[in-house]
T-cell receptor
Framework: ETGVTQTPRHLVMGMTNKKSLKCEQH?????MYWYKQSAKKPLELMFVYNFKEQTENNSVPSRFSPECPNSSHLFLHLHTLQPEDSALYLCASSQGTFYEQYFGPGTRLTVT | LAKTTQPISMDSYEGQEVNITCSHNNIATNDYITWYQQFPSQGPRFIIQGYKTKVTNEVASLFIPADRKSSTLSLPRVSLSDTAVYYCLVGDGGNTPLVFGKGTRLSVIA
């Protein structure tokens, strides 16, 4: 238990669906991140939020839309995804941007 | 960002000491060396971080030579539960994104 929770743990969605991933951290951190991990590929940083403000967007397609209402919660809204978006989506948090990061268990997403 | 190179995979028997070496020839003066561990279908977990010489905690030791162009993560007396992917990252520890490579897949055999 790292203090970072993610829901749901597994999600299957069609290409026309709209769904959201949720991340919550109980560590009092001020920075939160979304990463994508595809099979047999390195982790890819998607978005970074520092004090609720987005500070990084690594050329992520607009079908992924992040939301950070406060320093403890982070959402990833998904719509019209493609099968190649199937992956493990990981949330992380840290005290200070890019310092030691605490990762959640991830959401295993399958797009059919 | 300094690039890192580490072996793709390693095998070890239970009870042995495992050393995983990481090359980072263009490490910058302000860069730290950080290691993460990832079990299947879980997020990475911070193991250890160092700048120079030797750092030890309850999980591992990190050896960094004087030129800092490489580092070695040492896991004492591994068990089956140490089977995981180990990532070596180099960065200034606070201002630049972590860049995860492919890591080293350690398999511990009974």
């Amino acid at each position: 238990e790292t203090g970072v929770t993610q829901t749901p743990r597994h999600l299957v969605m069609g290409m026309t669906n709209k769904k959201s991933l949720k991340c919550e951290q109980h560590l009092g951190h001020n920075a939160m991140y979304w990463y994508k991990q595809s099979a047999k590929k390195p982790l890819e940083l998607m978005f970074v939020y520092n004090f609720k403000e987005q500070t990084e967007n690594n050329s992520v397609p607009s079908r992924f839309s992040p939301e950070c209402p406060n320093s403890s919660h982070l959402f990833l809204h998904l719509h019209t995804l493609q099968p190649e978006d199937s992956a493990l989506y990981l949330c992380a948090s840290s005290q200070g941007t890019f310092y030691e990061q605490y990762f959640g268990p991830g959401t295993r997403l399958t797009v059919t | 960002l300094a690039k890192t190179t580490q072996p793709i995979s390693m095998d070890s028997y239970e009870g042995q000491e495992v050393n995983i070496t990481c090359s980072h020839n263009n490490i910058a003066t302000n860069d730290y060396i950080t290691w993460y561990q990832q079990f299947p279908s879980q997020g990475p977990r911070f193991i250890i971080q160092g700048y120079k010489t030797k750092v030890t905690n309850e999980v591992a030791s990190l050896f960094i030579p004087a030129d800092r162009k490489s580092s070695t993560l040492s896991l004492p007396r591994v068990s089956l539960s140490d089977t995981a992917v180990y990532y070596c990252l180099v960065g200034d520890g606070g201002n630049t994104p972590l860049v995860f490579g492919k890591g080293t897949r350690l398999s511990v055999i009974a």
